[in-house]
Structures are given as C-alpha cells and as structure tokens.
C-alpha cells in the first residue's frame, strides 16, 4: 500500500507543480504561452476553471500527505 500511495503522490506533486505553474501571474508564467487566454474585462472562464482545478488537486495532495505519514507513522 505505502508504494502505492508514493507514486501516486509523486504523481500528484508533479501534476500540482503544473498547474501552477500554468497560472499566469503578473510575469505570465505559463499561462502566457497560450494555454490560458486572459481577458480585459475580468478573470476568463479557463482562468476560473484552472484555479477550481488547483485548489482540487493541492486538496488531494494534502490529504495523500496526511495519509502517508499516518503509514510511516
């Protein structure tokens, strides 16, 4: 199980890294390159989508922390 569970929060870091990555912030960052189109009059409907995205993840990356430190605990 705690193999398993390993992978699959290596898995998520590296999905999480992404989408942040992906988030264009004053600098762009990788949203700039195209993935994410920004609009003037306010946040676009990707934009709130890809933060709704982030926030699920970096959930699940939380609780995948929590329960391996309780198997190596």
Known sequence: MLPALA?????????LVVLILMHSGSSGGLGGL???PTS???THIVERNL?????AVAFVW???T???FRLLK
Do not use: E, N, P, Q
Not at 7 to 15: A, C, D, K, M
Not at 51 to 55: D, K
């Open 34 to 36: 195209g993935f994410t």
């Open 62 to 64: 939380f609780l995948d």
């Open 7 to 15: 992978g699959f929060h290596i898995l998520v870091s590296i999905g």
């Open 51 to 55: 933060t709704r995205l982030t926030i």
């Open 40 to 42: 003037r009059g306010g």
């Open 66 to 68: 929590v329960a391996l």
